[in-house]
């Protein structure tokens, strides 16, 4: 089982930066790809960014030069530094641990990012 929880989500304006961090119960980053998704009201649950056991990343189109995925092992923590925020930014993010079918996807209970003026 792996847990976890996911914070720093918050209301910021337009062009605003935030930092969201999920930290994992155990030691992980190097047998599981973590992600971070995001789900706006009304739309599918869409992937924001990744970065797999070999620190490879891969960012969605929407946010490639904007938002950053990181990881600190020591901490068991990853990031997602998120700048230039728009309006459309604005949906519950989750972070995701994958460990493919043999270990199994885990997921955060969410945390919620706004961006209104």
């Known amino acids: 089982q792996v847990q976890l929880v996911e914070s720093g989500g918050g209301l910021v304006q337009p062009g605003g930066t935030l930092r969201l961090s999920c930290a994992a119960s155990?030691?992980?980053?190097?047998?599981?790809?973590m992600g971070w998704y995001r789900q706006a009201p009304g739309k599918q649950r869409e992937l924001v960014a990744s970065?797999?056991?070999?620190?490879?990343?891969n960012y969605a189109d929407s946010v490639k030069g904007r938002f950053t995925i990181s990881r600190d092992n020591a901490k068991n923590t990853v990031y997602l530094q998120m700048n230039s925020l728009k309006l459309e930014d604005t949906a519950a993010y989750y972070c995701?641990?994958?460990?493919?079918?043999?270990?199994?996807?885990?997921w955060g209970q969410g945390t919620q990012v706004t961006v209104s003026s």
């Open positions: 970065i797999d056991k070999g620190g490879s990343t």
């Open positions: 155990r030691t992980i980053f190097l047998v599981y790809r």
């Open positions: 995701n641990a994958d460990g493919g079918s043999l270990l199994g996807s885990y």
